[in-house]
Antibody, heavy 120, light 110 residues
Framework: EVQLLESGGDLVQPGGSLRLSCAAS????????MNWVRQAPGKGLDWVSG????????YYADSVKGRFSISRDNSKNTVYLQMNSLRAEDTAVYYC?????????????WGQGASVTVSS | QSVLTQPPSASGTPGQRVTISCSGS????????VNWYQQLPGTAPKLLIC???QRPSGVPDRFSGSKSGTSASLAISGLQSEDEADFYC???????????FGGGTKLTVL
């Protein structure tokens, strides 16, 4: 069974940094792209970032470009999201989602989410 | 506002057929496959339809997807109370070079 377990969510002050992790199991991690998708309270889904299976390609939403960085460690079956210069509007539940192959094919399995709150 | 346009709400009575539309452009739906996701209250999203009209294993055949030009649709037949959820379309956008979602449609079963 495919499982994704996010960790690292927290309350952080505006301008601060946070790193989310997503530990994957139940599939050949190194063969699939991975994504981060967020959902602000009461709002819709907002794709944040994606990374190819070999980490050779990374993609970002304009709203986080230059502030967030996605990476992966295929030896640890883990994908990360480094979030810097956090703003109040980054407050959301952040979901890790397994890609269906290439990043452009979207995601098929989602974790339960990690809550990030940016507030002073 | 979202790159993909969905109606904010839809409703139907048990047993009815309901459709949810998703409108995009030539840089997204017009060139790439569409996925649909269902998000039940308080839970993570779940893949419902992929590649425009393919149902992943375990998804009932009451759910179907279609696409024509720059628009896609999700149809739910034999509506059940447990179908009450938020539904999102999504696809790749070649101009933005990233994934995009619709704003979501809240389905109410009356």
């Amino acid at each position: 069974e495919v499982q994704l377990l996010e960790s690292g969510g927290d309350l952080v002050q505006p301008g601060g940094s946070l790193r989310l992790s997503c530990a994957a199991s139940g599939f050949t991690f190194s063969s699939y792209s991975m994504n981060w998708v967020r959902q602000a309270p009461g709002k819709g889904l907002d794709w944040v970032s994606g990374i190819s299976s070999d980490a050779g390609s990374t993609y970002y939403a304009d709203s986080v470009k230059g502030r967030f960085s996605i990476s992966r460690d295929n030896s640890k079956n883990t994908v990360y999201l480094q979030m810097n210069s956090l703003r109040a509007e980054d407050t959301a539940v952040y979901y890790c989602a397994k890609g269906r192959g290439y990043t452009r094919y979207g995601m098929d399995v989602w974790g339960q989410g990690a809550s990030v709150t940016v507030s002073s | 506002q979202s790159v993909l346009t969905q109606p904010p709400s839809a409703s139907g009575t048990p047993g009815q057929r309901v459709t949810i539309s998703c409108s995009g452009s030539s840089s997204n739906i017009g060139r790439n496959a569409v996925n649909w996701y269902q998000q039940l209250p308080g839970t993570a999203p779940k893949l419902l339809i992929c590649s425009d009209n393919q149902r992943p294993s375990g998804v009932p055949d009451r759910f179907s997807g279609s696409k024509s030009g720059t628009s896609a649709s999700l149809a739910i037949s034999g509506l059940q109370s447990e179908d009450e959820a938020d539904f999102y379309c999504g696809t790749w956008d070649d101009s933005l070079n990233n994934w995009v979602f619709g704003g979501g449609t809240k389905l109410t079963v009356l």
